[in-house]
């Protein structure tokens, strides 16, 4: 996640000798396509707009801060990921990304299918009327009760996570009399090049059964030797934020290579393989994001190559976007409060959220960008931390950006490409109350998830 130092914008040149920023950019009023919605644009009076309504009027409406999230574009998004992959594969969103039920409702008109990995995100989308079949449950300490849930419930699968989860996913299926739908999830050994906290695919893990040393064929072995499993699959998800298609090469490469050996030993060939989620989105103009086409191909034709090569019959390819979906068709909305120049260093712009609706930057160094939207400015560009109001000095939203040095108290700032991991990860620290998502579409704003009230702090504060 690091990017290449570059010289320093004008005001700071002489002190940004640590760290690691771009220049600013020619024009800071200049929206990067990239990073931004796709409806998102600047009206004649500079202010930046989304479906058509300009923040101004979205701040005065439902508060900052909050996240804006543009649903024609996640629609689209949708969309795009569904005819790149065509009928002869499945794409699953992976709900842990930003869920709700407007979501799930959306998913389901455009044709999606939702991966989902706790007993929550299952009460979600079931409740919001996601056909059951069209749900893959996932996690790697699945509990019995939700389990239970899921199998009464129906789901299209259950992906397997570990040699105990074959035999407690079988007794439940089996007390229930069905066949559970199950995949194996497998660890095939590659090195994700991202963060290590969202790289899933190397072995020194919690996640999955490794390829190594026989034990996912062992865990084949076990499960289609159980009555109340119906293995359909090999399940590997390498990690997040991904632009090299290298690590799918060999995942794909290495999950065949084991249908090959099933087929071999079993004489059956598993119908689907799920290639996971991981693609990476761009959250500055320095990101350079695939379009879901060129990953479709690309995925397809590296497991249909690798069949070819073991005589196999090209399974049903499945994958579960979420990032790639959902990332970048919101922005988070904040108000400027306090801003601290240190001369000679930065300036610290504080806002009125923080660590508590983006704990991403803290957690695994994650870069952002930022914009004034609120209004242009031609003033020359200063170097900022935008940080939150949270009792910690590692409340920081974006490390380093460039804002025009007019930028005042009570100015609207937005950072883009926050839907994914932002509202789903928020918490509430120092008592925060955890922002609303707001969906906007052809000039119309609702509410899909609420802002917190204190009340609602306080319900749970049984005294
Ligand atoms: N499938 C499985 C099995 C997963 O574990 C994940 C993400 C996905 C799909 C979706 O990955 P995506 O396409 O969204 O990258 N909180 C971290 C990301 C953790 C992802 C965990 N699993 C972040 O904020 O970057």
Redesign the pocket.
């Given at each position: 996640m690091s990017r290449s130092a570059h010289p320093a914008g004008p005001r700071h040149a002489d002190v940004l000798t640590e760290g690691h920023y771009s220049a600013p950019a020619a024009d800071l009023n200049v929206l990067d396509e990239k990073v931004w919605a796709r409806t998102v644009t600047r009206d004649e009076d500079g202010a930046l707009t989304v479906g058509g309504i300009a923040v101004a009027r979205l701040a005065e409406e439902f508060g900052t801060p909050a996240y804006f999230l543009d649903e024609s574009d996640f629609r689209a998004r949708c969309r795009a990921w569904a005819d790149a992959f065509g009928p002869d594969a499945d794409v699953f969103y992976?709900g842990?990304?930003f869920l709700s039920r407007a979501v799930v409702r959306w998913l389901k008109e455009e044709g999606l299918n939702l991966?989902v990995?706790s007993g929550g995100e299952l009460t979600t989308a079931l409740g919001a009327g996601m056909p059951a079949e069209r749900i893959a449950f996932?996690g790697n300490n699945k509990t019995v009760a939700e389990i239970e849930r899921a199998v009464e419930a129906g789901v299209g699968r259950i992906v397997l996570d570990s040699f105990q989860e074959i035999v407690r996913v079988a007794h439940i299926a089996q007390r229930h009399g069905v066949r559970q739908r199950v995949q194996i999830r497998v660890t095939v050994g590659v090195e994700a090049h991202t963060h290590e906290f969202?790289a899933?695919a190397h072995e020194d893990q919690k996640f999955g059964i490794a390829l190594a040393d026989g034990q996912a064929a062992e865990a084949v072995r076990r499960a289609l030797s159980l009555d109340g499993l119906d293995l359909v699959g090999i399940h590997s998800?390498i990690g997040?934020?991904i632009f090299d298609m290298a690590g799918f090469e060999v995942s794909a490469r290495r999950v065949v290579q084991l249908l090959a050996e099933v087929r071999d030993e079993h004489g059956v060939e598993l119908p689907e393989i799920d290639l996971?989620?991981?693609?990476g989105i761009a959250y500055t103009s320095e990101d350079d994001p695939r379009e879901p086409h060129e990953i479709a191909k690309a995925l397809s034709d590296i497991v249909t190559r690798e069949c070819e090569a073991a005589k196999l019959r090209t399974p049903r390819i499945s994958v579960?976007?979420?990032?790639?979906i959902v990332g970048p068709t919101a922005f988070t909305l904040y108000e400027v409060g306090t801003i601290k120049p240190l001369e000679g260093l930065r300036t610290y712009v504080s806002v009125d959220g923080g660590m508590s609706d983006n704990i991403?930057t803290a957690l695994?160094d994650?870069e952002y960008s930022v914009a004034l939207v609120s209004r242009t400015s031609d003033a020359e560009p200063m170097l900022v931390r935008v940080v939150g109001k949270h009792c910690e000095s590692g409340d920081i939203v974006v490390k380093d950006a460039f804002l025009p040095a007019d930028l005042a108290p009570g100015d609207l700032i937005a950072v883009p490409a926050t839907g994914?991991?932002c509202r789903s990860?928020a918490s509430n620290y120092n008592h925060a109350l955890r922002p609303p998502v707001v969906a906007v579409r052809d000039g119309e704003a609702r509410v899909i998830v609420r802002r917190e009230t204190e009340e609602d702090l306080l319900r749970l504060d049984v005294g």
């Open positions: 992976a842990k990304a991966d990995c996932h969202i899933t998800h997040s934020q996971g989620g991981g693609l579960e976007p979420g990032r790639a991403r695994y994650a994914a991991y990860m």
